[in-house]
């Protein structure tokens, strides 16, 4: 069981906008802002897609955003299209012990 | 452009010890962390550990015990090494690179993969 609790799957239709929640504790997302979020395709290593919350590594679309409230982080997708149909995981730093987790996964399916 | 390419056994008998070797080309080992991370068919991703250039480690708490990993700057190379495994070991190995830019390193997030190795435990 993975340490922070994502949807097992979300979809949307082209153009619309999704949201991905992952949900940890105040021990993980709740205390760091040291969120980040990877979009995996199939047979392909992760991408990273926002760091720290809400920042996007160059080359990264700005349909993507993160953000945070509390104990949960949120990834927003605008404008879906075909091609961001993939696996998406959440990831925190949990603090000098445990140190990195990450969210079981959500497959997002382009309707 | 640096690429990162693991090695090693794709197959290791249950309660014998695992090895992988990642070899870091196209740029230098140093000043990076460089992490291990898993993941089993059809499951998540699982952060195993990281070793610094000067050889500085952190581990998952959950593996800490069986686990040790290595750097040899000289041959551009960083390893693992996983103890006593199990059918639970069984997985996809990435090797990964902490994200850093602009002259500035973002630690926990990891921007450059390997394209993984599958080792699986069996008899």
């Known amino acids: 069981q993975s340490a922070l609790t994502q949807p097992a799957s979300v979809s949307g239709s082209p153009g619309q906008s999704i949201t991905i929640s992952c949900t940890g504790t105040?021990?993980?997302?709740?205390?760091?802002?040291?969120v980040s979020w990877y979009q995996q395709l199939p047979g392909i290593a992760p991408k990273l897609m926002i760091f720290e919350v809400n920042k996007r590594p160059s080359g990264v679309s700005i349909r993507f955003s993160g953000s945070k409230s509390g104990n949960t982080a949120s990834l927003t997708i605008s404008g879906l299209q075909a091609e961001d149909e993939a696996d998406y995981y959440c990831?925190?730093?949990?603090?000098?012990?445990?140190?990195?987790?990450f969210g079981g996964g959500t497959k997002l399916t382009v309707l | 452009q640096v690429q990162l390419q693991e090695s090693g056994p794709g197959l290791v008998k249950p309660s014998e010890t695992l090895s992988l070797t990642c070899t870091v080309s196209?740029?230098?080992?140093?000043?990076?962390?460089w992490s291990w991370i898993r993941q089993p068919a059809g499951k998540g991703l699982e952060w195993i550990g990281r070793?610094?250039?000067?050889?500085?480690?952190n581990y998952n708490p959950s593996l800490k015990s069986r686990v040790s990993m290595s750097i040899d700057a000289s041959t551009n190379q960083f390893s693992l090494k996983l103890t006593s495994v199990t059918a639970a070991d069984t997985a996809l190995y990435y090797c990964?690179?902490?994200?850093?830019?602009?002259?500035?390193?973002?630690?926990?997030?990891?921007?450059?993969w390997g394209r993984g190795t599958l080792v699986t435990v069996s008899s």
């Open positions: 990831c925190s730093f949990a603090g000098s012990s445990t140190y990195v987790v």
């Open positions: 196209g740029g230098s080992i140093n000043s990076y962390y």
């Open positions: 990964a690179r902490e994200y850093c830019s602009g002259g500035r390193c973002y630690f926990w997030y990891f921007d450059l």
């Open positions: 070793i610094y250039a000067s050889g500085l480690t």
């Open positions: 105040s021990s993980d997302i709740g205390n760091y802002n040291l």
